[in-house]
């Protein structure tokens, strides 16, 4: 019998325990009055990079949107058809867009 390489139903329920606390902890980082993050952003004054996936769970896309609206001058590139290992899925272009935006 083939192996489908599952998880047990208690590793599945840690995993998803886990994924959740680390949103509920980005979402706070982002939005909580004491970190004030989110209205120190526009003071970046340095070129930024910033790089996405259309297809990650793990790190929505909208939250780069929100990035880069509040990075003055930030460049934006959010990947088609992909998920949150894009730089494994698409290596040669994702080294040319980081190569390209350092010169």
């Known amino acids: 019998m083939a192996s489908t390489n599952r998880?047990?139903?208690?590793?599945?329920?840690?995993?998803?325990?886990?994924?959740?606390?680390?949103?509920?902890?980005?979402?706070?980082?982002?939005?909580?009055?004491?970190?004030?993050v989110i209205s120190s952003l526009p003071a970046l004054q340095l070129p930024t990079l910033i790089l996405d996936a259309e297809n990650d769970e793990q790190e929505p896309a909208a939250?780069?949107?929100?990035?880069?609206?509040?990075?003055?001058?930030?460049?934006?590139?959010?990947?088609?058809?992909?998920?949150?290992?894009?730089?494994?899925?698409?290596?040669e272009r994702v080294a040319e867009d980081i190569a390209r935006f350092t010169r």
């Open 63 to 91: 939250n780069s949107i929100v990035l880069h609206r509040y990075i003055n001058n930030s460049e934006l590139l959010i990947y088609p058809g992909l998920g949150h290992a894009f730089p494994f899925e698409a290596p």
């Open 7 to 36: 998880l047990a139903p208690q590793q599945d329920r840690d995993n998803l325990t886990g994924l959740n606390r680390q949103r509920a902890a980005m979402t706070d980082w982002l939005i909580n009055s004491t970190t004030n």
